[in-house]
């Protein structure tokens, strides 16, 4: 398996939650919501952009970072990261994917998080 492209910025294990390709009359997007497993009880979510950007009258794909939050540890503090995240970045994650994702990174963290949200 290799690793996906917006996952390039870091060594750390980490997964992309969240990725959509969008355009208008003035570029192009990619808009990514990666969790990054910092240790094994702490993570961090990045909101991150590969945008177009308008240099000398021509265009480049570059890396924005949105949105970050790190040293989480708490299944509420991890909801509140994404969910400022997908606000951020004017999205909406299903949150089914997330919790199947996050568990390759940490599956008790996982499970508790899904019990979080049906709190």
Request: net charge negative; with cysteine.
């Amino acid at each position: 398996m290799s690793k996906h492209f917006a996952l390039d910025f870091t060594d750390l294990p980490a997964v992309v939650i969240y990725e959509a390709e969008k355009y208008n009359n003035w570029g192009s997007w990619q808009d990514f919501i990666v969790v990054e497993k910092e240790s094994d009880s702490l993570f961090s979510v990045y909101g991150r952009k590969y945008a177009d950007k308008f240099v000398d009258g021509g265009s480049e794909q570059i890396w924005e970072e949105i949105f970050s939050s790190s040293l989480i540890s708490e299944p509420k503090d991890f909801i509140k990261a994404v969910s400022d995240c997908e606000f951020e970045l004017s999205v909406n994650v299903f949150w089914d994917e997330v919790l199947e994702k996050l568990s390759k990174l940490n599956s008790k963290f996982s499970s508790s998080v899904g019990k979080q949200l049906l709190d």
